[in-house]
Nanobody, 126 residues
Framework: QVQLVESGGGLVQAGESLRLSCAVS????????MAWFRQAPGKEREFLAS??????????YYADSVKGRFTISRDNAKNTVYLQMHSLEPDDTAVYYC?????????????????WGQGTQVTVSS
């Protein structure tokens, strides 16, 4: 139905910025919603941000922990969702996952999302 592939992770020093990309293929109906999660070693998966796929009047949602620092966006023509991250800290080190829900769910519950990418590693050094 929907396939997701993350890219853009890497090793970054504290205070720097990084942009992650999620390439979306398959069925991309207007009801689709996209989200970013992350999971650090020994921790549960954490919701970061979500966005509706529709072209007009897209809505975004953020976890309080990343508001003002991370920005989610999408380019429907390129079938890509982005996560722009600024002022990265060592605590941001994790595997970052792209997720999608065909019914338009944009909340923080990871088990509600139908599709997941393989993840991309982000490591922030001091």
């Amino acid at each position: 139905q929907v396939q997701l592939v993350e890219s853009g992770g890497g090793l970054v020093q504290a205070g720097e910025s990084l942009r992650l990309s999620c390439a979306v293929s398959g069925r991309t109906a207007s009801s689709l919603a996209m989200a970013w999660f992350r999971q650090a070693p020994g921790k549960e998966r954490e919701f970061l941000a979500s966005i509706t796929w529709r072209w007009r009047d897209a809505s975004t949602y953020y976890a309080d922990s990343v508001k003002g620092r991370f920005t989610i966006s999408r380019d429907n023509a390129k079938n890509t969702v982005y996560l722009q991250m600024h002022s990265l800290e060592p605590d941001d080190t994790a595997v970052y996952y792209c997720a999608a829900d065909g019914a338009g769910y944009v909340g923080p519950r990871d088990y509600e999302y139908d599709y997941w990418g393989q993840g991309t590693q982000v490591t922030v050094s001091s």
